[in-house]
Antibody, heavy 120, light 108 residues
Framework: DGQLMESGGGLVQPGRSLRLSCAASGFTFYDYAMHWVRQISGKGLEWVSGMSGDGGMIDYSDSVKGRFVISRDNAKRSLYLQMDNLRPEDTALYYC?????????????WGPGTLVTVSS | EVVLTQSPGTLSLSPGQRATLSCRASQSITGNSLAWYQQKPGQAPRLLMYAISSRATGIPDRFSGTGSGTDFTLTISSLEPQDFAMYHCHQYGSSPHSFGQGTKLELK
């Protein structure tokens, strides 16, 4: 079974940057679309960004567009999220997730998440 | 962007009862691309249903999904103690993807 493990979360001041990473194992990484989904404590899920296996399809939620950049390195079996100009409202648990059915597919597997806290 | 609205926000029921959770979309969902996830405290979400009505691997048949267009329902026919959790709907037929705000199913 596929597994995901996020890293890179932490406490950061407003306006600063952070880069999240997601290491994948147990599946053919380049075949799968990948997503970042976040969750404010106890609240609903918010889709942040997604990328197809070949990188040809990329999109962002309006709340992060222009500030966050998703990327992947298929050779390293890793997904990244570069987060710039962070705001307090970006504070959340960030999940890495995969869609085996392609970019327009349900999310099959989730990582445990990495916590990002934006505060002065 | 498709906005999903889940109702109720909280549902209080007892084991053995039937649970009906709603997910309404602001526009018609493309290609039956509607999924449901279950999430327990301290855990990542788990896929329950995809393509409106298909159960994910290992999901018991007391869970069922119905609906079309803009209105979708997750039904749990007879609640088991382990079913009390948060439930999220997700549309993946158009970009950006979107989730509902969640329904908390709590023990009455």
């Amino acid at each position: 079974d596929g597994q995901l493990m996020e890293s890179g979360g932490g406490l950061v001041q407003p306006g600063r940057s952070l880069r999240l990473s997601c290491a994948a194992s147990g599946f053919t990484f380049y075949d799968y679309a990948m997503h970042w989904v976040r969750q404010i404590s106890g609240k609903g899920l918010e889709w942040v960004s997604g990328m197809s296996g070949d990188g040809g399809m990329i999109d962002y939620s309006d709340s992060v567009k222009g500030r966050f950049v998703i990327s992947r390195d298929n050779a390293k079996r890793s997904l990244y999220l570069q987060m710039d100009n962070l705001r307090p409202e970006d504070t959340a648990l960030y999940y890495c997730a995969i869609s085996s059915g392609g970019y327009f597919g349900d999310i099959d597997i989730w990582g445990p998440g990495t916590l990002v806290t934006v505060s002065s | 962007e498709v906005v999903l609205t889940q109702s109720p926000g909280t549902l209080s029921l007892s084991p053995g009862q039937r649970a009906t959770l709603s997910c309404r979309a602001s526009q018609s969902i493309t290609g039956n691309s509607l999924a449901w996830y279950q999430q327990k405290p301290g855990q990542a979400p788990r896929l329950l249903m995809y393509a409106i009505s298909s159960r994910a691997t290992g999901i018991p048949d007391r869970f069922s999904g119905t609906g079309s267009g803009t209105d979708f329902t997750l039904t749990i026919s007879s609640l088991e103690p382990q079913d009390f959790a948060m439930y999220h709907c997700h549309q993946y037929g158009s970009s950006p993807h979107s989730f509902g705000q969640g329904t908390k199913l709590e023990l009455k």
